[in-house]
């Protein structure tokens, strides 16, 4: 199997990358290192298992020869930052939805046939149901970002529709773990790092979302690719429950051992203007397919936790 992951020196996609090579795929990544780091996939580009490709998606005549022999794409490339859309407007539309469009658009001029797309659960918008089951409708993001997530997820329908090709689609919840490069753990390493004695949280705290470990999550994609065959399949990818902002602060505050922080929180219900403040997936039909996670939530924050705590503080 020959596969091509975009994004594939991030965060998730490194991850994702360690397993297909641990497997014996064959790896074409293609990344523009705009916040990938390379030295997540170095030892596999220089024991020859991966072929690393600077490449940026938004270039088409870049991305065309890359998909020759091409089996599956994994696409995982996307501006990561959320909150980015709240000053810059056109980033998520680039780096999403007309990065997206060149994906699909190379594949089908190289007839390469599957793609597994990671998606997210804030396509889903705001008061959905929690838990949110995939058939729940209509969904009306609230961010750039969930917009983006959403024309990709429309674009994969219609080349789904129009080509033949086959797709999984994948709403992420929060996924972390080791090498996280972003995101409410990292930064409140980064904050307690720069001044032990402060903590500021954005919004009043009582936000509260799925948190799924890096490795449960590329495990479940697979997982869900080798036993799905439908032209189209979308499944969430998260936990059984979630965490609060307040109940992670007190996480890292005790592992980071910096016990005289004040947490001092900026207000509102939410992070930033777009942000879902509780969010909770229904993972009814990932485990429908055999597959458990690990890690819960708090588990999965814990451990996070403690291996950035390493990566961050040495
Ligand atoms: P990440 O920033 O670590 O990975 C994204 C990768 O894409 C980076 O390596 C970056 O350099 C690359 N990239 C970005 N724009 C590119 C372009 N135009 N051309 C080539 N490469 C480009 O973020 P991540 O957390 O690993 O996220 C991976 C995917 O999962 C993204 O699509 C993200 O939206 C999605 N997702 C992540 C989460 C999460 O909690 N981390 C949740 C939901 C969805």
């Known amino acids: 199997m020959r596969a091509l992951v975009t994004g594939g020196a991030g965060f998730i996609g490194s991850h994702l990358v360690d397993r297909l090579v641990s497997r014996g795929d064959s790896v074409v990544v293609a990344d523009n290192l705009s916040s990938g780091v390379l030295d997540f996939i170095q030892a596999h580009i220089d024991s020859g298992n991966v072929e690393f490709h600077n490449i940026d998606l938004k270039n088409l005549e870049h991305l065309i020869p890359l998909m020759e022999g091409i089996d599956i794409v994994y696409h995982l490339a996307a501006n990561p930052d959320i909150r980015l859309g709240t000053r810059i407007t056109n980033t998520d539309l680039n780096e999403g939805t007309i990065a997206t469009y060149n994906v699909l658009e190379s ?10 797309f990671a998606s997210s659960s804030v396509v889903y918008g705001e008061n959905a149901p929690m838990p949110t089951p995939e058939n729940h409708g209509p969904c009306i993001p609230i961010s750039l970002y969930g917009a983006s997530k959403q024309g990709g997820e429309g674009l ?6 129009t080509f033949g090709l086959q797709a999984w689609v994948f709403r992420f919840a929060n996924i972390i773990g ?23 949280v954005l919004g009043n705290g009582l936000q509260e979302k799925s948190y799924m470990e890096v490795g449960d999550c590329v495990d479940a994609m697979l997982h869900v690719v080798e036993n799905t065959n439908e032209p189209m399949n979308l499944y969430n990818l ?52 055999g597959f458990e996670v690990n ?6 924050v814990a451990y996070t936790a403690r291996v950035l705590i390493k990566e961050i503080m040495g």
């Open 107 to 116: 594949m089908r001029i190289n007839n390469v046939n599957k793609i597994a």
């Open 156 to 161: 994969i329908g219609a080349f789904v529709g």
């Open 178 to 200: 080791e090498r996280g490069t972003h995101g409410v753990i990292f930064d409140f390493i980064h904050k307690l790092k720069a001044d032990p004695n402060r903590l500021e």
């Open 238 to 289: 998260g936990s059984n429950d979630t965490c609060s902002v307040r109940n992670i602060a007190a996480i890292v505050i005790r592992e980071t051992g910096c016990k005289s922080a004040q947490i001092e929180y900026t207000g509102g219900d939410r992070g930033w203007a777009g942000d879902i403040p509780k969010a909770m997936l229904d993972i009814k039909r990932l485990q429908g397919l």
């Open 295 to 300: 890690y819960d939530s708090e588990e999965a």
